[in-house]
């Protein structure tokens, strides 16, 4: 196969499908996710036996218990595709929502549309399921989508895509709106991301090495997610009870996620007594402790943190602690050390906290909850396709709305310039 | 000089200023725009002074007089510089804006706040009043800038940018938040649009040649503006009158703007009556007529519109006219050979008019008024650092709020994730 010529084919498809879905009614839309469900329902053995190829092959080539785990597609992961398309259904749609229409001294009215943002590139690897995510979320805010799973997930994801294409065809939508790259060829990624003429943004989903080759090598912008390197900052005035509970949460709730801490700073005038107590309870959760000198002189029993651990994201039960002078000290260490991903102070100064959430140049910041709490799902986003640590025009969770952009309506009654 | 580590150094002073303008109050932003206006008005003679080296430079250099009337800067340039700036003293300030706080099931409130986006960097040709404008609009947005103008204007640049940083240390700001870059070392741009760590966008103003090379060559997004190829349609239901008024106004009013009309789309029901009066309104205008075969059956006496034409941005006085079966065809033309800019419909059909806004995959989509309204200043905007073309991020007339961007703000009590 022509690589090239299969990638451009691919495009112009999704392309001419983007245009039929831009203007598809939101019921149309819903009838083709709901189609897509009973799809996956009807054909849950042919499902399973696609991902059976995947897993035996993916055993032969020595791939990780992980790396099985995240590849399998049993019945409940089939649910889950299910139910969460489900959910994208019961999404409100965000596209043709106007907004903002006011009338200008010149006599006309202006206004913004919400519009689909054409066709969207998804990379991502092992996991199946992301398959049927991305393309509901795309197909629900008006986009076609080409998608590149792994490999290794070859036979899941061309299951999968025969459901999709089911229930796009049954709602009477082009098959096109979904395509799934048919090709293992690596060469396929490369062209997909430098074909502005016929895809408007890619989204790579997976390990930080795939996300910065992808966004050093496109030709079309990128949305995406490199590390999160996430602070709690635990105030002088912080309420003790709270700053516990906050720093545990934030460290232990998950270790592999992004939205985990990764540093605890303190203030020095309260290092002593909350430091105390939350060292044990951390050592009782099993997480490695690297402190600071002046975190050492007060818990001596814990390793040094060095430069790099600053800067380390360590999606593990791992965490690096420093004492600091006060919140400006703070702020720089974040700003500085940080990935601007998701920053949280615990704090009962109304100014502090203020200051905070102007200072920290994160996509979240975040006065007395959990570093947790930044995600699609909890910010009421309804599900979301990633989270950018991007400034231009995505940050933080990105949902329906963050595969949108704007048009300007302007209605008038035959107004010509003056 | 290295050019190199010459524009590192105004990247890496620019980050730390960018650090200081972001959490400026509003009423010290005003300040140093003020001092900015107070500093062009004490210092006409040197402004002037320098112009005059430009001009002699550039006529020896032999450029045409319209380059040698948009490089000059006179009293009336620098009266419409400190004009300019008042307006923008007076604009909104966008950032710090929180809007769509939301208690959350989980008790956390979550709402978006609008910030900077950092440091920008601007590129752009001759003329010296675009410094001026740049500037304040990304200092008001809690931007820092870098600014390169052209080399023919230098000495122009060099002068208003002492202004410049005479107004920012007035009100105790860093000189550094706006940087005008004093080589004219062509390297110089290349190494502006390729340091992400120093630059987070580049807007290029300019022409479409200089606007494809930095657009192909950025490692950095890039807020762009290509062809402004603006379609009217005229409807079988249009009425006349503002038919012939929208058309003529869209063509006539300003033949060098990206948003004038370049093509004229009329449906076969309407084209005989609309075309006779129209055709000689533009011949008296000046305007020089290409039409697609059945125009030229309906009025004989013009040019024929060859394929090219449908694409091609004149900013002249050249029209090419074509007749269309319905709406259709003329969404189907304006998608396809149009630049995504500006169209506008004219017609009474309720249904018809809320088809061609959601199907026209344009930046500006009008009913009943001329193309000629797609601006900053026509839409409200106060005033704009350019028209984007692009779909990601800032579309249309970009203005204070397209150089701004939003993070996640989250207010709890305590609050952990379950």
């Known amino acids: 196969m022509n690589v090239e010529l299969y990638m451009n084919m691919l495009g112009q498809k999704a392309r001419e499908a983007s245009r039929l879905v831009a203007r598809a009614d939101t019921g149309i839309k819903n009838k083709a996710l709901l189609g897509m469900a009973a799809a996956l329902d009807a054909n849950r053995a042919e499902l399973i036996d696609a991902n059976r190829k995947d897993l035996e092959n993916a055993r032969q080539n020595g791939l990780d218990a992980a790396m099985l785990d995240r590849l399998e597609m049993g019945n409940k992961t089939i649910d889950g595709m299910i139910e969460g398309l489900r959910q994208v259904v019961a999404l409100p749609d965000p596209v043709g929502s106007i907004t903002d229409?006011?009338?200008?001294?010149?006599?006309?009215?202006?206004?913004?549309?919400?519009?689909?943002?054409?066709?969207?590139?998804?990379?991502?690897?092992s996991r199946p399921n992301v398959t049927v995510e991305a393309a509901s979320l795309c197909l629900k805010s008006g986009n076609a989508t080409i998608l590149r799973g792994g490999s290794e997930a070859i036979h899941s994801n061309q299951a999968v895509a025969a459901c999709i294409r089911t229930g796009l065809t049954a709602a009477g939508?082009?098959?096109?709106?979904?395509?799934?790259?048919?090709?293992?060829?690596?060469?396929?990624?490369?062209?997909?991301?430098?074909?502005?003429?016929?895809?408007?943004?890619?989204?790579?989903?997976?390990?930080?090495?795939?996300?910065?080759?992808?966004?050093?090598?496109?030709?079309?912008?990128?949305?995406?997610?490199?590390?999160?390197?996430?602070?709690?900052?635990?105030?002088?005035?912080?309420d003790r009870a709270k700053a516990v509970n906050i720093a545990l949460n934030a460290k232990t709730h998950r270790y592999g996620t992004c939205n985990t801490m990764e540093t605890?700073?303190?203030?020095?005038?309260?290092?002593?007594?909350?430091?105390?107590?939350?060292?044990?309870?951390?050592?009782?959760?099993?997480?490695?402790?690297?402190?600071?000198?002046?975190?050492?002189?007060?818990?001596?029993?814990?390793?040094?943190?060095?430069?790099?651990?600053?800067?380390?994201?360590?999606?593990?039960?791992?965490?690096?602690?420093?004492?600091?002078?006060?919140?400006?000290?703070?702020?720089?260490?974040?700003?500085?050390?940080?990935?601007?991903?998701?920053?949280?102070?615990?704090t009962e100064n109304y100014t502090l906290s203020r200051r905070f959430l102007r200072e920290v140049d994160s996509s979240s910041v975040i006065v007395n909850a959990s570093t947790r709490f930044a995600d699609g799902f909890e910010y009421g986003l309804g599900a979301e396709i990633g989270i950018s640590t991007d400034k231009i025009h995505a940050r933080g969770p990105v949902g329906l709305e963050g595969l949108t952009s704007q048009k300007y309506v302007v209605l008038g009654d035959g107004h010509t310039r003056k």
């Open 101 to 125: 229409m006011n009338y200008r001294p010149s006599g006309i009215q202006v206004g913004k549309m919400r519009v689909p943002l054409g066709v969207i590139g998804i990379i991502y690897e």
């Open 173 to 238: 939508l082009p098959a096109e709106a979904v395509q799934v790259v048919e090709t293992t060829d690596r060469e396929a990624v490369g062209k997909l991301i430098t074909m502005p003429e016929y895809v408007d943004v890619i989204v790579p989903r997976g390990g930080k090495g795939l996300i910065e080759r992808i966004s050093r090598d496109a030709k079309v912008p990128v949305i995406k997610h490199l590390d999160g390197i996430c602070h709690v900052f635990i105030d002088l005035q912080a």
């Open 264 to 346: 605890l700073l303190v203030h020095e005038g309260v290092a002593e007594e909350v430091l105390g107590d939350l060292v044990d309870r951390f050592k009782a959760a099993g997480v490695e402790l690297r402190g600071c000198a002046q975190t050492r002189t007060l818990v001596p029993a814990i390793k040094e943190a060095t430069e790099a651990d600053w800067s380390t994201e360590y999606l593990a039960p791992v965490l690096s602690i420093k004492v600091v002078a006060d919140i400006d000290a703070a702020i720089k260490h974040i700003n500085h050390y940080g990935s601007h991903h998701t920053d949280a102070i615990v």
